[in-house]
């Protein structure tokens, strides 16, 4: 008789039970910082940018030439820059070189940012050097085309048949020209870089299905780089938006205001109130409208364009 010796079962390995985490947490919340680490840059940020607002509001129902303390006049300062005709020209013509600058910037960066984005030989090249404008302030940028379009010795005075008389800053539209061209070569750079990000960061896999169903490169980039691009284009045009209400060095040095006030763009009027006139108290009250419209229009441009309302759809995120 022979005994059988069976033997046990191989044990069955448990899996580790997963961790769940608590409600309402997720990999986001987990590595999110705490607001100390926003207290350095808040503090910074209320020191140098909200008090000083504060103080720019308070002075703008004030009466003040820099000397001895302010008086309080009420609604003295706005009534007299609303019933200033020129406050009312300068508003228009802000608006005419914000709207010429988005205009004309939009289009010419997007095209060199998705230029620049590509493998095209000596790229790299051409790019360091269509980018040196960001290298230069607004004052040297302002002070090299003072004197390259100067009408005595510049090139206006030596292409009269192409410009004229050379004079380029003694009519109004040919200086609004000058002001919108200058603004064009300095900050188009900037925005292209914008697009230049944008535009490498597309996937390569929709260029990849588009080649697959007989999409050419002029159909990819409309239908897949232009969409793409769009959080990058509301970013690129709210900066315009602010940067052209706010503009000041170059009508300083180009044109004065001139000729006559023709030029003289709302940031110019407050410097022309505030520190020619000696009337802060005036001079305050333009400085806080610009930021109220400056606000009021970049909060329309996100809600109208839905900016507030996109998630990032970055490919391979969940």
């Not at 095209?111 to 269509?130: K, P, T």
Request: aromatic share 12%.
């Amino acid at each position: 008789m022979t005994t059988e010796i069976k033997s046990p079962p191989p044990a069955v390995r448990s899996r580790p039970r997963a961790r769940r985490r608590p409600d309402g947490s997720s990999v986001a919340d987990a590595a999110r910082p705490g607001f100390s680490w926003a207290l350095p840059a808040t503090v910074f940020f209320a020191f140098f940018a909200i008090v000083p607002l504060i103080m720019v509001a308070v002075l703008s129902f004030m009466t003040w030439n820099g000397l001895g303390s302010p008086e309080f006049a009420g609604f003295d300062n706005w009534s007299r820059i609303v019933d200033d005709p020129v406050m009312i020209n300068s508003i228009w013509l802000t608006l005419l070189l914000t709207a010429l600058g988005v205009i004309i910037q939009t289009p010419l960066s997007i095209l060199l940012g998705v230029w620049a984005a590509g493998h095209q030989r000596n790229r790299a090249v051409l790019s360091v050097i269509y980018f040196v404008p960001l290298l230069l302030s607004a004052t040297a940028v302002s002070v090299l085309w003072r004197a390259l379009l100067d009408p005595n010795f510049g090139i206006p005075a030596r292409a009269t048949w192409l410009f004229g008389d050379g004079n380029l800053f003694g009519e109004q539209a040919t200086a609004i020209g000058v002001l919108a061209f200058v603004s064009t070569w300095q900050f188009t750079p900037f925005h292209t870089l914008i697009y230049q990000g944008a535009a490498r960061a597309v996937p390569e896999v929709l260029y990849q299905a588009a080649e697959i169903d007989g999409a050419g490169r002029y159909r990819q980039f409309l239908h897949i780089t232009l969409p793409q691009l769009r959080n990058s284009m509301i970013t690129s045009m709210i900066l315009m938006i602010v940067g052209g209400l706010t503009t000041f060095e170059t009508v300083l040095i180009l044109t004065q205001g001139g000729p006559g006030s023709d030029t003289t763009i709302s940031a110019y009027y407050m410097y022309q109130k505030a520190f020619k006139g000696f009337d802060f108290g005036a001079g305050s009250a333009v400085a806080l409208a610009l930021v109220v419209a400056a606000t009021v229009i970049s909060l329309i441009v996100v809600r109208v364009s839905g900016y507030d309302k996109m998630r990032s759809s970055m490919e391979g995120v969940s």
